[in-house]
């Protein structure tokens, strides 16, 4: 089964700085595209950013300028980069992907939580 595991979240205050990781149990070059969503208590689940294969990236307006997303195909892992924290940033974040392979598919991590307050 391919896995995907989040870790990084954690209490930051408000401008602070968080990097999330996501670890895949397989060739991160066998997806063609990775992102990030997040999804706070009572809300709808929320693009975050994704990355292609190519290495385009795209973010949400909210975070534009503030986040940041990654891939390290060496060490299977997608990064985001959470500068410039606001209490809104506060959620669950999922890391998914989808494959070449199995592109109608999306796979999913268990979530990291983040939490930004003063």
């Known amino acids: 089964q391919v896995q995907l595991v989040e870790s990084g979240g954690g209490l930051a205050q408000p401008g602070g700085s968080l990097r999330l990781s996501c670890a895949a149990s397989?060739?991160?070059?066998?997806?063609?595209?990775m992102g990030w969503y997040r999804q706070a208590p009572g809300n709808q689940r929320e693009m975050v950013a994704t990355?292609?294969?190519?290495?385009?990236?795209s973010y949400a307006d909210s975070v534009k300028g503030r986040f940041a997303i990654s891939r390290d195909n060496a060490k299977n892992t997608v990064y985001l980069q959470m500068n410039s924290l606001k209490p809104e940033d506060t959620g669950v974040y999922y890391c998914?992907?989808?494959?070449?392979?199995?592109?109608?598919?999306?796979?999913w991590g268990q979530g990291t939580q983040v939490t930004v307050s003063p």
């Open positions: 998914k992907g989808r494959r070449y392979s199995t592109s109608s598919y999306a796979y």
């Open positions: 397989i060739t991160t070059s066998t997806f063609y595209d």
């Open positions: 990355i292609t294969s190519d290495g385009t990236a």
